[in-house]
Structure formats: structure tokens, C-alpha cells
């Protein structure tokens, strides 16, 4: 059977889910001793459960037969559950605290893997070709968003760029900020452009690793700067909205908020270093259990900058931390025979995100509100998403041309950034989130459901027309040249090894963004 239908599960396949399936069972049998009536039919947890476990099993079972990344089937399976499911899983208290704090836990995840994973031998040769594509692009398209959602949505500048609101006192979802100097609260968004400006290299770094080993794309390395440049951007983008936010939300006048913020990334930097020094020295190197303890520390020690940052108003310290912590234990860890983008602990982050994935994109799927977009704003939705997507296709086009690329491997490049999906996916509940308790205008609500409707069409529009674009045009635009295979393009040359493992094939995790 297996011959004729090469996509069936094998024999080790089967036996690989039903061990999970038992796992499973035995976890909800034991939670049931615990949580009681949350883990039932109807319960909280049950529901939310069922809803990833449904993204998860339909999004690779059509990943086996078809192209199609997991992620837009996985926020698709979100999408149509709220569309016909006559109950709204995350009205419950309960469920919405625990989406609320697993949204805190995806940055941690997705911003220690992304520095384990990146070629730093390649990024230290070409720091001008791989920041400047990540970074000049983000800014285009932020501010280009920004812009767009003004002139087609009439979106308040203030959500545009910063939602600035002058009003008395009043109970807040997030935070309260005093304006001692005219007795006005104010309370901040952070702005659609920065959300929706993030790339995800994780939906097109596959294609480009099998076009690399078809010799399409080898002499400029394109599968290199796309996976790095790529895992920067969103790393920058997360750091920006977590600077940002602690600027915002901040009882202050606005100089010092803006010195806070830039202070932020110092202190950031001090924190992430010593935390990933510390890493590299507990435990010992030869340590038989080393990778699960320092995947531990890394993770507690991200967690615990996250809660504490946002508690004592200097949010922004956190996503910095977390990627120079990464970074630097991934660094000295590679000076002792640990291949910096193929590490222990990068395995494990990368099963951990198997995990979390479908979490992240199931339930972010089910915020989108159809029943409140009209045919007439989803068109400008889509209007002000791929306005502000050209400006940022021409940027990256423009900087990869300055950067001594071909035109057509320019226009490739450019063609790569089209995706988006984590950063947006992670941030998809921040305009609810940071509404009014009380005295919010209904037009405020309804620009935070368009802000959220917004991100789920862009995931789901770019994800597959990226993916698409990546594959038809890439034997149009790129040269045949020597093939290079997979673990050429993860081996770091000059680092010795002692253990001789053979390098894995390269996945979306090799070089996860953010």
C-alpha cells in the first residue's frame, strides 16, 4: 500500500501517534482528578484542547498532501471553528487568562530559538547586507501601514502610530498612565504598523533550503541571508514592540519614557549577557543532563523577564534580553565543540515549538469577528495590507540591489518577504487588550476588531501567496549553479567537533523568526 500511496503513514508513523495519543489520554484522565469539570465536554480547557488538537491533526495531515504550511491551514481551522461553532470558546474568564499567558509564553519560545539557530559566522561576514534588510524594510512597511489604515480604514493616527487619548480617570484592561501635569489619564496602543510589518522567514526558509540543494540561489547563498536577515527582522520586531510598549505604558512624563526606552535596551543587553554567560558556566560543559538545564535556564530566565519587566514597567528590557541571552550562550557554547546553529538546545527549543505552534495559530485564528466586517471594509483591509506590502517588497528589492545581488535574485529576495505569521499571530489580541474597561467609544471597539481582523487576513493572504510566489517564480529567477546540500549550509567550517553528528536537514525551525 505503501508503495502505491507513498503520503500514507508507515508502520513507525502509527506507532509514533497512537504513543501520543495514549500520553494524551493519560494527561486529560489525571487532569480530570485535578481540574474536574474544566477538562470535560463544555469545560474551558476541554474546548481549547479540542480546538488546538483539531488545528494540529488538520494541518499536518494536509501538509502530507499538499504543500501547504501548517500555519495557514492551523489559522484557518481557527477562522471556520468561530465561524460555525455556535460557542465562543475564549468568552469563558477562565480560557481567555489562559490564551492571555500563553501569548507570553510564545515570544520566549520563538526569541530564544531564533539566536540558537542563526549562522552567526555568516551574519559577522555580512552585518551590512543582513541588518539592513532586516530593519530598512520593517520601516517602510510601519510606516506605510500606518499611512494606509488612515487614508482607507480612517483609523485615528493615534492607531495608526500611537494610540494617545486624553480622558479622566477610568478603569483600565492594561494600564493607567497620570499626566500629573494636566490631570488627564492617557492610555497607548501600540501601533498596527509595527505588528504587521514582521516577516516570517519560517514559511519560505524551507523552499529556498530545497531550491539551495537543486544548486537555484547557491553562489549568492540566498537561503542563508533569507533564514538570518529574516530571523533578525522579526527578533527586531518583537524587541521594538516590547520597548515601545514599556515606554507607553509608564507613569511618567513623555522625555523620561523616552529615555526609558533606549535606556531599556542597554539594560537589556547587560541582563541578556550575563544571563547567557551564565548559562555557558552552570552546569559543567561534559554534564550528561547540560541541554535539558539549559534549555531550563534560558527558558525560566526569559519567563521570569517577562513577568518581572512588564510588572515594573520596563517591558522592553525582556525581548532584548532574551535574544542577547541566546545569542551569547549560543556563542560560547560554540567555542566547546556546540555547532552555534545546531545545537542540543536548539533541538529542544525546536520540539517545544512543534508544540506551541498550533496553539499559537489555532486560537489566534479564532479571534477574527466576520460578522462585524462588511464586504466593503474587507476589501480596504486588503487594500491598506498589500499598499503598504508593495512599499515594502520595493524597499527590500532596493536594499538587495544595493547589497550587489542580481536584479532577479533582488526580486526573488523581495518576493521572500511577503509571509507574515508569528510576531502578528503573538500580537493578534493587543488592541482588545488594551481597550477601556469602561467608557470606550464604540468606535474604538470597532477599530480593535478590524486591528485583529486585519492581522488574521494578513497571515493567512501573505503565508500562502509568499509560499506560492517563492516556488513558481524561483526557477524563472534564479541561475542554476553547484548544488550545495543541507548540511553544508548548516555547518560552521573551523569550529571543532568532538561529537561527529551528522547535521540534520533544515526546517522552518532552523531558522525560526522571533
Known amino acids: 500500500m505503501q508503495r502505491w500511496c507513498p503520503n500514507l503513514p508507515t508502520t513507525s508513523d502509527l506507532k509514533q501517534y497512537v504513543a501520543v495519543i495514549i500520553c494524551c489520554l493519560c494527561l486529560w484522565a489525571t487532569?480530570?482528578?485535578?481540574?474536574?469539570?474544566?477538562?470535560?465536554?463544555?469545560?474551558?480547557?476541554?474546548?481549547?484542547?479540542?480546538?488546538?488538537?483539531?488545528?494540529?491533526?488538520?494541518?499536518?495531515?494536509?501538509?502530507?498532501?499538499?504543500?501547504?504550511?501548517?500555519?495557514?491551514t492551523q489559522t484557518?481551522?481557527?477562522?471556520?471553528?468561530?465561524?460555525?461553532?455556535?460557542?465562543?470558546?475564549?468568552?469563558?474568564?477562565?480560557?481567555?487568562?489562559?490564551?492571555?499567558?500563553?501569548?507570553?509564553?510564545?515570544?520566549?519560545?520563538?526569541?530564544?530559538?531564533?539566536?540558537?539557530?542563526?549562522?552567526?559566522?555568516?551574519?559577522?561576514?555580512?552585518?551590512?547586507?543582513?541588518?539592513?534588510?532586516?530593519?530598512?524594510?520593517?520601516?517602510?512597511?510601519?510606516?506605510?501601514?500606518?499611512?494606509?489604515?488612515?487614508?482607507?480604514?480612517d483609523f485615528p493616527w493615534y492607531w495608526g502610530f500611537l494610540h494617545w487619548r486624553p480622558m479622566k480617570r477610568r478603569c483600565l484592561n492594561i494600564a493607567v498612565y497620570d499626566a500629573q501635569y494636566n490631570g488627564y489619564n492617557v492610555m497607548l496602543c501600540i501601533h498596527l504598523g509595527a505588528i504587521l510589518s514582521s516577516v516570517s522567514p519560517a514559511i519560505v526558509v524551507p523552499i529556498v533550503i530545497a531550491l539551495n540543494t537543486k544548486g537555484l540561489g547557491t553562489k549568492s547563498k540566498l537561503a542563508l541571508l533569507v533564514g538570518n536577515a529574516g530571523g533578525l527582522d522579526t527578533a527586531f520586531s518583537e524587541g521594538m514592540f516590547g520597548v515601545i510598549n514599556s515606554a507607553i505604558f509608564y507613569e511618567s512624563t513623555p522625555v523620561y519614557r523616552i529615555i526609558k526606552a533606549f535606556t531599556a535596551i542597554f539594560f537589556g543587553v547587560v541582563l541578556g549577557v550575563a544571563w547567557g554567560v551564565l548559562a555557558d558556566i552552570l552546569p559543567d560543559h561534559d554534564d550528561a543532563h547540560a541541554p535539558a538545564i539549559r534549555s531550563l535556564h534560558l527558558f525560566a530566565g526569559g519567563i521570569l523577564f517577562t513577568y518581572a519587566g512588564g510588572y515594573f514597567g520596563w517591558?522592553?528590557?525582556?525581548g532584548v534580553a532574551i535574544m542577547?541571552?541566546?545569542?551569547?550562550?549560543?556563542?560560547?557554547?560554540?567555542?566547546?565543540?556546540?555547532?552555534?546553529?545546531?545545537?542540543?538546545?536548539?533541538?529542544?527549543?525546536?520540539?517545544?515549538?512543534?508544540i506551541f505552534e498550533s496553539m499559537l495559530f489555532t486560537l489566534s485564528g479564532y479571534f477574527i469577528e466576520i460578522s462585524d466586517v462588511s464586504a466593503a471594509e474587507?476589501?480596504?483591509?486588503?487594500?491598506?495590507?498589500?499598499?503598504?506590502?508593495?512599499?515594502?517588497?520595493?524597499?527590500?528589492?532596493?536594499?538587495?540591489?544595493?547589497n550587489a545581488l542580481p536584479v532577479k535574485e533582488s526580486i526573488f529576495v523581495a518576493i521572500t518577504w511577503i509571509p507574515k505569521a508569528i510576531v502578528e499571530a503573538c500580537l493578534v489580541r493587543v488592541a482588545s487588550d488594551s481597550l477601556w474597561k469602561n467608557g470606550?467609544?464604540?468606535?474604538?471597539?470597532?477599530?480593535?476588531?478590524?486591528?485583529?481582523?486585519?492581522?488574521?487576513?494578513?497571515?493567512?493572504?501573505?503565508?500562502?501567496?509568499?509560499?506560492?510566489?517563492?516556488?513558481?517564480?524561483?526557477?524563472?529567477?534564479?541561475?542554476?549553479?553547484?548544488?550545495?546540500?543541507?548540511?553544508?549550509?548548516?555547518?560552521?567550517?573551523?569550529?571543532?567537533?568532538?561529537?561527529?553528528?551528522?547535521?540534520?536537514?533544515?526546517?522552518?525551525?532552523?531558522?525560526?523568526?522571533?
Open 76 to 153: 484557518l481551522v481557527g477562522v471556520l471553528c468561530k465561524m460555525f461553532i455556535p460557542i465562543n470558546i475564549l468568552e469563558d474568564k477562565k480560557a481567555d487568562l489562559i490564551d492571555y499567558h500563553l501569548r507570553r509564553v510564545y515570544p520566549v519560545i520563538i526569541l530564544t530559538k531564533g539566536p540558537l539557530t542563526w549562522n552567526w559566522d555568516y551574519i559577522r561576514h555580512n552585518p551590512v547586507k543582513v541588518f539592513s534588510l532586516a530593519t530598512l524594510p520593517w520601516i517602510v512597511e510601519c510606516l506605510s501601514t500606518a499611512f494606509f489604515s488612515f487614508i482607507y480604514l
Open 315 to 318: 517591558g522592553g528590557i525582556s
Open 31 to 72: 487532569s480530570w482528578f485535578v481540574l474536574g469539570y474544566l477538562v470535560v465536554p463544555g469545560g474551558c480547557v476541554f474546548n481549547i484542547t479540542a480546538l488546538v488538537t483539531l488545528g494540529y491533526v488538520v494541518s499536518h495531515t494536509v501538509e502530507r498532501y499538499t504543500t501547504l504550511n501548517p500555519v495557514i
Open 324 to 354: 542577547v541571552c541566546a545569542g551569547a550562550a549560543a556563542t560560547r557554547w560554540a567555542r566547546r565543540d556546540w555547532a552555534l546553529n545546531n545545537n542540543p538546545v536548539s533541538e529542544i527549543y525546536t520540539t517545544l515549538w512543534v
Open 440 to 514: 470606550t467609544t464604540d468606535k474604538d471597539r470597532k477599530i480593535a476588531t478590524q486591528h485583529s481582523n486585519m492581522i488574521i487576513i494578513a497571515i493567512i493572504m501573505t503565508s500562502t501567496i509568499g509560499s506560492i510566489l517563492t516556488r513558481i517564480m524561483a526557477p524563472i529567477l534564479l541561475s542554476p549553479y553547484p548544488r550545495i546540500s543541507p548540511e553544508a549550509i548548516s555547518t560552521i567550517p573551523n569550529i571543532p567537533s568532538k561529537d561527529k553528528r551528522p547535521s540534520p536537514c533544515l526546517d522552518a525551525f532552523q531558522y525560526i523568526d522571533t
Open 378 to 402: 474587507f476589501g480596504l483591509m486588503i487594500a491598506c495590507i498589500f499598499s503598504a506590502l508593495v512599499f515594502r517588497l520595493l524597499a527590500a528589492f532596493l536594499v538587495a540591489l544595493a
